[in-house]
């Protein structure tokens, strides 16, 4: 009680101060009572987790917008995954008398975190979303990883649902022993082709041959198979098939259902299958699911969808690195599309533009999916520069510095190449202005009923 | 068929810190577009440089602890470098690299780092730092834009690379900009450099051709992005420095 009593108190001070308080109430009602998490937990009906390496922030929020339309969920928004932001969570909810006030969790959890906390919470649907490597720990991390989201599992009795297409995550799925269900991609979206991307797990985790694939969809997730012994990837349960901003997923013999979805990129759109299965496993129906997508707010400028027309997806770009990433993760996409980058140069942009010329700009211009390629803000012609040196034809190339005439010519150019998505990528200052342009045009456009979920 | 010409960008490992790839990219573009072929070596900082082997030499900008051990691993061959210059040898240095031909760069501390001696030239750390954007009159080449970041105060005695319009230049204080000296090319204008100054860049392409003994005379290129960046830059930029140097 003492506990409960100490976290609420730190909570209280702290949300007085104004300051974000996500792990350190929890922090410290933890050190004075060591078993608090097990007081709370043993009062919820039930637990969600989310674990993985890579889109657990991203599946649970998608999930908890979904569970939020039919009951009120303890969660942990900020991404507070180890025990003091999930106790942090649960004190939220708690009375000074100790009594939850909320039946329901939905945490997503470090994968070390697991098997501390598993026993303690009365879990019943576990979501992995992918076992991938960490740049910082690349050599014999992963096999602990494998293991400890094992070990975790293995403390509940929850309904585990994995990759198919992550032989990481499949080789959990034999190794449980309890109920497991499988989401993956349709095999359409299989691709030959693999840049130097780093394959994790291409070795086969029964019989440690190396794995073949018939195809890939990203990193080491696609259609494996060992040929030594019977490992294989399995016929998911729930199928995902994506087209620009929806997904349809079937569900065993059932009619597939379509989704519109607030995120994108081929990592987002797994997230999001991810999700719809977890949330298909609590009970949720098709339109509350759909709903739930709806009210979700992705964070400003990453990969943040548009339901203008054509599509728009909009990226902040502020640095090398990040830059790289956006640019990885558009080259990722399938189909045609319209790049528009908006550059300025204000004091939070950072005065130099230099840094544009370290940026892997070439992984863009040497993709002939990039059709037309728009530039705009301050500096719109220094991109357009960087862009020519790249090796990107200049009759496809126009810069409008003006950033709504450069915007609306992005989607002229769109448009008339036959309603491909734009990409937008802009550094800070402009980043705002073009959302709300983006906003505008999304609204106007609503008469299309791009949102009207639909049953197909 | 001419024979490639020999490009050697020097230790990018460790000087490269405003985006010097920019520069050797803008080089390596303007041959191709007519016709002509560039061979980047890319001298990492574990081997050694010959300047016998190339017929342009870039030296790029990096940290003072980064400029420190190029100049040990340059100087190892100084006479060798300095032969070369006084030979003619087309070199390139921006930022850090420029610092580096003098004979020695100043830390705050007092500590002086020599440089390559190639160059009656000498640089002191200062405060603060000179940053902005920037735009010269070259003789050679017109007007020359860009970027500078520089916290060293570098004052010479031979020409400059050109006399500063807006901006700061060598030390803020004698309105020059950069060095000339045969065909050594210093400054410490990046951005990067080259791509919005391409008649910078083909003169000392024209000049790396000519060293080499490349019978080619440049044709110009159709630079109509060039000149729009390089308009856009003097009406935006220029103007908004103006208009910020006179609010207090």
Known sequence: MFGVWIGKLVLLLLSMLRKRA???????????????????GTQLERCIVVTGTNGKTTTARLLAAAMKQEDPIIHNTEGANLPQGLATALLRHTSWFGRLRRKTALFEIDEATLPLVAETLPIKVAVVTNVFRDQL??????????EKLLAGLRK??????????????RHIGLSYGKTVLYFGMSKEHLKQEHRDQMRDGAFCMQCGHELQYDGFYYGQLGDYHCPNCDFFRPVPDFVGHFQESRLEVTQGQLPPVSFQLPVRGIFNVYNALSAIAAARVCGLDASVIQQGLRQYQPPLGRMQAFPTRPHTVLN????????????????????????????????????????????????????????KCVTTGLRAEDMALRLKYGGYPESNLSYVPELEAGLDHALELARASGDVPVYVLSTYTALYPLADLLKRRAHNNEPAAMYRPSVS | MNRPLCIAHLYPDLLNLYADKGNILTLKRRLEWRGLEAQVTLVTSSEEARPGDYDLVLLGGGSDREQEIVSRTLRRS?????????????????????QLLGEYYQLPDGTKVPGLELLDMVTVAGSPRLIGNVAIESD???TIVGFENHGGRTTHHHAPLGKVISGHGNNGTDGHEGVRYKNVFGTYIHGPLLPKNPALADFILQTALDYAGIDVKLEPLDDELEKAARTAFQVRRMNLSEVAAQTP
């Open chain 1, 137 to 146: 720990d690349r050599y014999g991390e992963l096999d602990t990883t494998v």
């Open chain 1, 316 to 371: 902040l770009i502020k640095n090398p690195t990040g830059c790289d990433s956006v640019l990885q993760a558009i080259h990722s996409e399938p189909g045609d599309k319209v790049l528009c980058i908006a550059i300025n140069d204000l004091a939070a942009d950072g005065k130099d533009v230099s840094w544009l010329w370290d940026a892997d700009f070439e992984l863009i211009t040497e993709d002939d999916s990039v059709v």
């Open chain 1, 156 to 169: 509940t009795d929850a309904v585990a649902i994995l990759n198919a297409d992550d032989p990481l995550a």
């Open chain 2, 140 to 142: 050679e080449c017109g």
């Open chain 2, 78 to 98: 100084r006479d060798e470098w300095k032969a070369a210059v006084e030979d003619g040898l087309p070199l390139l240095a921006v930022c850090g690299g420029y």
């Open chain 1, 22 to 40: 996500t792990s350190l109430p929890g922090k410290i009602a933890l050190k004075v009572s060591p078993r608090l998490l097990r007081k709370l």
